[in-house]
């Protein structure tokens, strides 16, 4: 049954959970919390903490986690329906009525979590009795410790065609039960109904409230698949599910870190050297789902995959994923490993703080689109460049939020800058970029700056050049030239949006106007000028819009025709495009001016800042050179 939220957060606030659980458990207060011996399996000292100010329980040694209500059904074998019936009467609350749809629902759920409950205990049974020698050897092996192998709660499948249809199978539980939840298979020809899991060792899959929905399972042997997953089920949606979520999740939420590795062996050796945050996809690449339930407990999940070729064809395709759906705050960060290692192995060979290590290193998913698309790729050529603009162009407006869309094409054009901008060569006598030019173009004069301070430091050694000033008035007039345009003619934003989201303004105000005007690109094509400075008031932004209308700078936009305004932006945005590089490029050279004073590096810096000289004279010819 579907209960009101409202009912269920009063049943949480008036159910004591130190009372509830107090029944089961002796506990004993430890701080705020209060501890005690799990009643979910079998242990000497105390893992088990209460906590009611949070409002949960928590086992560390066997990862059971939840709130009252969840203690209820566990701890009494109850469905979640039962337990909320239980708690409220004890507590004077009413229940909401159920319909009788929603009853047959609830019990035939709660049936199906009773079958795949007592097949995991068979497994378990079974990983300890004679047929499971090999499986528990085979864990042993893998250097997983006992309480490892109860906390994942691992089993063993007997090498039989019914052994748990005859164990399993009830008039409560009924064959027809059994291959809906994908542990009994039938022929396609009609014959007998027998064991899906055979031969294997298993691994229960839990949803996220801890209750067994699936199994994967592997052979020891040569058999084919050597893994294999429940099918989907009504509990089981394979792209939907994370292995070991249930056992993470707490960690994960205090810490604000996840991490999805490939595997079950994977993120049982990595929970087992402390990397309590770890879950794996079941056999699939990571879908969005995936994802966004990693969003849950972290804002920036990170991926671990192996350094070899498939590991980086799988990292291509987690960001592909990812990119489209990322939000403010929401994104992914990757971690390669060193081939041809796993977590499993590297943890064996190296310990604990080799792995922290790749952790540490992980890039952020901005810097894996980059690398994955500019990698072994040559941009030698403008077509060649123009192809990786585009492809990069592509991936950003694939973006769904339009702030992270917009950043996104800022940094890829900002990359894309670095990438095209001239490397400087030491002239040796010759100067200029790449050995090119006259150096006697560009020696000192007169009026230059001293190299050194008096006190013989470098000037503005240790700190970042300071900004100039005339660029920042000559940057802030073009912006304000550009936006007008666009103010006097909302049409032409459909040409241009591309451009104009590709650049951050350098003035706060001009800037918060621009992303404003980008908001509105879905219905600029019904809007006139009056009409998008009404949004733009409506949006918050006319004490900005009112700065801008009175400017000098606004009365270029009042041209005749949309097609006179694109030439305008056309000459406008190339001239603010270059000065942009331009000053970005002096900042550099000053910078390294600062760090290292030499002649060739003074020589690039005096070329840089001639050429400003040079667009400076032009500032305020509408008709100017066009660069």
């Known amino acids: 049954m579907a209960f009101p939220p409202q009912f269920l957060d009063e049943l949480r606030a008036r159910a004591s959970l130190v009372g509830v659980v107090a029944r089961r458990v002796k506990l004993t207060k430890k701080g705020r919390e209060f501890q005690g011996l799990c009643p979910f399996h079998n242990e000497k000292s105390p893992s088990f903490t209460v906590n009611e100010e949070k409002g949960f329980f928590h086992c560390f040694g066997c990862g059971a986690h939840g709130d009252a209500i969840g203690f209820e059904m566990r701890a009494h074998h109850l469905s979640f329906t039962e337990a909320v019936e239980r708690l409220a009467s004890e507590c004077g609350l009413e229940v909401p009525k159920a319909t009788p749809e929603e009853r047959r629902v609830e019990a035939r759920r709660a049936s199906l979590h009773d079958a795949m409950e007592s097949a995991c205990q068979f497994y378990e049974k079974h990983l300890r009795g004679p047929a499971g020698r090999e499986g528990l050897a085979y864990l042993r092996g893998r250097g997983l410790s006992d309480d490892t192998i109860a906390r994942f709660r691992l089993g063993w499948s007997p090498d039989s065609r019914e052994a748990l249809k005859t164990a399993l199978m009830s008039d409560a539980c009924p064959e027809a039960q059994?291959?809906?939840?994908?542990?009994?298979?039938?022929?396609?020809?009609?014959?007998?109904?027998?064991?899906?899991?055979?031969?294997?060792?298993?691994?229960?899959?839990?949803?996220?409230?801890?209750?067994?929905?699936?199994?994967?399972?592997?052979?020891?042997?040569?058999?084919?698949?050597?893994?294999?997953?429940?099918?989907?089920?009504?509990l089981f949606h394979k792209g939907a599910t994370l292995y070991g979520l249930a056992i993470a999740r707490e960690t994960a939420r205090e810490r604000n870190v996840v991490m999805a590795a490939e595997g079950y062996m994977d993120v049982i050796a990595l929970h087992q050297a402390g990397f309590t945050f770890a879950v794996a996809p079941l056999g699939t690449a990571l879908t969005e789902a995936q994802i966004e339930e990693m969003w849950r407990l972290a804002d920036e999940p990170i991926l671990c995959f192996d350094g070899d070729n498939a590991g980086q064809r799988a990292m291509a395709r987690a960001a592909e994923r990812g990119l489209p759906i990322c939000k403010p705050g929401k994104s992914l960060r990757f971690a390669t490993l060193p081939a041809p290692e796993d977590p499993d192995s590297l943890i064996k060979a190296k310990g604990p703080a080799a792995m922290q290590a790749v952790l540490d290193a992980a890039q952020p998913l901005v810097d894996v689109v980059w690398r994955l698309s500019t990698d072994n790729r040559p941009t030698d050529t403008p077509e060649r460049r123009a192809a990786l603009e585009k492809e990069l162009k592509d991936k950003a407006f694939a973006i769904t939020d339009e702030t992270v869309r917009w950043q996104y094409l800022s940094v890829f054009r900002d990359k894309m800058r670095a990438l095209t901008r001239p490397a400087w060569v030491p002239s040796q006598g010759k100067g200029g970029f790449g050995g090119q030019g006259r150096r006697a173009d560009f020696k000192r004069r007169p009026g230059d700056p001293p190299l050194r301070g008096p006190d013989g430091r470098l000037p503005g050694a240790g700190k970042p050049p300071p900004p100039q000033v005339d660029d920042a008035v000559w940057l802030r007039r073009a912006e304000a030239k550009l936006l007008s345009l666009l103010i006097c003619h909302p049409p032409l934003l459909e040409q241009v949006f591309e451009s104009l989201g590709e650049v951050g303004f350098s003035d706060k105000n001009l800037?918060?106007?621009?992303?404003?005007?980008?908001?509105?690109?879905?219905?600029?094509?019904?809007?006139?000028?009056?009409?998008?400075?009404?949004?733009?008031?409506?949006?918050g932004l006319g004490q900005g819009l009112d700065a801008l209308m009175?400017?000098?700078?606004?009365?270029?936009?009042?041209?005749?025709?949309?097609?006179?305004?694109?030439?305008?932006?056309?000459?406008?945005?190339?001239?603010?495009?270059?000065?942009?590089?331009?000053?970005?490029?002096?900042?550099?050279?000053?910078?390294?001016?600062?760090?290292?004073?030499?002649?060739?590096?003074?020589?690039?810096?005096?070329?840089?800042?001639?050429?400003?000289?040079?667009?400076?004279?032009?500032?305020?010819?509408?008709?100017?050179?066009?660069?």
Request: charged content about 30%; glycine content about 10%; some cysteine.
């Open 178 to 234: 059994l291959i809906e939840v994908g542990l009994l298979k039938k022929p396609d020809n009609g014959g007998a109904s027998f064991d899906f899991f055979r031969g294997r060792v298993m691994f229960p899959v839990t949803d996220r409230r801890g209750r067994v929905i699936a199994f994967g399972a592997r052979t020891l042997g040569d058999g084919q698949p050597k893994y294999l997953n429940s099918p989907d089920t009504p």
């Open 511 to 539: 800037d918060n106007l621009r992303r404003g005007i980008l908001k509105h690109l879905q219905s600029i094509h019904d809007l006139d000028s009056d009409q998008l400075c009404a949004h733009l008031c409506a949006d």
């Open 550 to 627: 009175g400017t000098d700078e606004f009365k270029i936009g009042r041209v005749e025709t949309i097609i006179e305004a694109r030439q305008h932006w056309d000459r406008h945005f190339k001239r603010y495009a270059w000065k942009r590089g331009l000053s970005d490029d002096i900042g550099h050279a000053a910078q390294q001016l600062a760090e290292q004073m030499s002649a060739d590096v003074f020589d690039r810096f005096a070329a840089l800042k001639e050429v400003g000289r040079a667009i400076a004279k032009d500032d305020d010819d509408d008709t100017g050179p066009e660069f």
